[in-house]
């Protein structure tokens, strides 16, 4: 995807505090941007087995975009997972470094929740977010709008069966709108594909409102939301699943 300048409404001037580094590598993409005010700037990648290799070229390069520094950060905010296991590992050792090295607050994120600030209706109220987990299950999230305009998780990140999953969100508690790359698994329509950089400032927009109200911290807190323990099926599991797909 292109890099991109979001509302880039300082017209290039000096830097107005505060400034956010945001960063996910949950998914197949390498999503970082840096925001400083109304100004955003944003660049993607190849992400899932590479994203411990693109990870920091991207942070530079956003930074450049950007025309700061490290030591002119404020904050750092990640997305802390739940998704792929390499990704998160990398996520959370570059938010500690770079913390620990420029003395930045670090401010986890519900990788989940980012689908969802970028691409939800205006006038969906109640949102949940859906992503491949891998062997047959999907990561499962979902969200009711608030007046401040961010979201409250009703149902927290969780590892879920499709069957079950639909079983259990039905009736009252459906959601009005659907994001995420497992709608298949679901019998779902496929969403719309979000825009270049979209996914990166929702977390820009997340850390900001999250910076405002004092979260962040030390970044020993930055740490990853794996969800599930078992990385991989046994050869008798993945032969199972086989025949019972057949």
């Given at each position: 995807a ?5 509302a880039r ?13 945001a ?16 100004a ?7 992400g899932a ?5 693109n990870?920091?070229?991207c942070?530079r ?9 490290l030591h002119e950060?404020?904050?750092i905010?990640f997305?802390c ?6 990704g998160?590992r990398?996520?959370?050792a ?24 970028a ?5 969906a ?8 987990a ?11 709008r ?15 069966a499709p ?9 009252t ?18 969403p ?29 807190a930055?740490?990853?939301?794996y ?20």
């Open positions: 292109p890099d991109v300048d979001i409404t300082d017209g290039g001037s000096a830097i107005l505090m505060p400034a956010l580094l960063f996910d590598t949950s998914g197949e993409h390498v999503h970082v941007g840096v925001s400083v005010g109304e955003a700037w944003v660049v993607e990648d190849a087995s590479q994203a411990s290799a990870l920091l070229p942070v390069r956003v930074l450049g975009r950007a025309g700061i520094g950060l404020d904050a905010a997305g997972g739940p998704g792929a296991f390499t998160l990398a996520v959370a570059v938010a500690q470094g770079l913390a620990w090295g420029w003395n930045l607050r670090v401010i986890p994120v519900d990788s989940l929740l980012l689908p969802v600030e691409g939800a209706p205006p006038q109220q109640r949102c949940a977010a859906i992503v491949d891998r062997m047959g299950e999907v990561y499962a999230a979902q969200y009711e608030v007046a401040d305009g961010g979201w409250r998780c009703v149902h927290e990140p969780a590892l879920w069957a079950r999953l639909r079983e259990c969100w039905q009736g508690d459906a959601p009005q709108h659907w994001l995420g790359n497992a709608h298949a698994m679901l019998g779902l329509p496929e719309s594909a979000l825009p270049p950089g979209a996914r990166a400032a929702a977390l820009g927009r997340i850390g900001w409102m999250a910076w405002r109200e004092g979260q962040g911290g030390d970044p020993a930055a740490l990853p939301c969800v599930r323990d078992k990385v991989a099926l046994t050869t008798a599991e993945r032969a199972a699943l086989a025949a019972a797909g057949a």
